[in-house]
């Protein structure tokens, strides 16, 4: 398989569909940010554990919680349905702790780095036509 590089500018696509490992949706209708359904996911830090919600534009990094956290620190992510750890072996290229991941159809998936205050995130697309489909609207969409 081949690997291509595409810059993308942020905030150009958003992420529809998002899975943790064992395929329950991160996709969390009730709450919206950037009047989007927002990424949902269980954050622990220091013994206490609350929701994150991430802004599902790729490359916007906004985010909420009701977990305190500071810039340095690092969260561990799980799936708030099934407690799954969204935790990935690969390291941040950065930072150096363990990325986490989010699965997208076809075999996508969304890396970032669960430092506050990292900026480091990765999509891959499997399927490009597929995966396309799922992040643009029909009128947007480009042409392959």
Known sequence: MEEITLRIPSGKIRIKEGTCPHGCSLIDKKKLMSGQPAISVEVRLRGETGSMHFNPYYGIFDYETDVELHPGDVVDLYCPHCKAALTVPDLCGMCQVH????????????????????????????????????????????KM
């Open 99 to 142: 990325m986490f991941a989010i699965q997208l159809p076809d075999g996508g998936e969304m890396r970032a780095c669960p430092l506050i205050g990292c900026r480091n995130h990765k999509l891959t697309i499997i399927d490009l036509d597929a995966q396309f489909a799922e992040f643009y609207d029909e009128e947007c969409r480009p």
